[in-house]
């Protein structure tokens, strides 16, 4: 069964500094792809970034970047230059198919804030 | 833009009514998903449609039903609504296909079950 650990319940970064926020998977599919979604205290989930299983570069999306490392089933997202509206809850997401359709796994979330 | 949208924001029901979540999405999608999210959990599938009148289980499907009766509308019915059901839950679509396609996400309903 597909499982996605994100380790750090919490993290506080000062701004304009990076920041990486862990997550590792576990599935025996070939084919999955992996998705960080934020989640401000709105409650809307916002996707961020998208990296494929196959894809042989990491993803990047402005100041968000995926550290994809396959053979370590790892998929880091790290944040540059860390801003206010950064803080929020963060979710990794593995997306696999299923005979009629894909299916999202989360992990349970880590709570980033920016400090000024 | 797409855009999905969900009935209430938040929701206040007693042990043992129905309750009915509804989901609209307005870009034509094939899937949609309906999530419940607890501090600690994440986000776990409940039940998913990939076509008009066609769902499937998901992880946690015990206590809900769903009906999808328009492509653009997906319903959550909680048959007899407890407080373990008490919990925030989370409509979303997508296009069929390729794994790239996210799901959008909305609002979501803060259910309270007292």
């Known amino acids: 069964a597909q499982k996605i650990t994100q380790t750090q319940p919490g993290m506080f970064v000062q701004e304009k500094e990076a920041v990486t926020l862990d997550c590792t998977y576990d599935?025996?599919?070939?084919?999955?792809?992996l998705f960080w979604y934020k989640q401000p205290s709105s409650g809307e989930m916002i996707f961020l970034i998208y990296?494929?299983?196959?894809?042989?570069q990491n993803a990047t999306e402005g100041r968000y970047s995926l550290n994809f490392q396959k053979a370590r089933k790892s998929a880091n997202l790290v944040i540059s230059a860390s801003q206010l509206g950064d803080s929020a809850m963060y979710f990794c997401?593995?997306?696999?198919?299923?005979?009629?359709?894909?299916?999202?796994?989360f992990g349970a979330g880590t709570i980033l804030r920016v400090k000024s | 833009d797409v855009k999905v949208t969900q009935s209430s924001r938040y929701l206040v029901k007693r042990t043992g009514e129905k309750v009915f979540l509804e989901c609209v999405q307005d870009?034509?999608?094939?899937?949609m998903f309906w999530y419940r999210q607890d501090p600690g959990l994440g986000l776990r599938l409940i039940y998913f449609?990939?076509?008009?009148?066609?769902?499937e289980k998901g992880d946690i499907p015990e206590g809900y039903s769903v009906s999808r009766e328009k492509k653009e509308r997906f319903s959550l019915i909680l048959e007899s609504a407890s407080t373990n059901q008490t919990s925030m839950y989370l409509c979303?679509?997508?296009?069929?296909?390729?794994?790239?396609?996210?799901?959008?996400f909305g609002p979501g309903t803060r259910l309270t079950v007292t």
């Open positions: 979303a679509s997508s296009w069929r296909g390729d794994l790239e396609y996210e799901q959008y």
């Open positions: 599935t025996s599919d070939q084919s999955y792809g």
């Open positions: 990296q494929g299983s196959y894809d042989e």
């Open positions: 997401a593995m997306i696999t198919r299923l005979e009629y359709g894909n299916k999202l796994v």
């Open positions: 870009m034509d999608h094939e899937n």
């Open positions: 449609s990939y076509d008009v009148k066609m769902k």
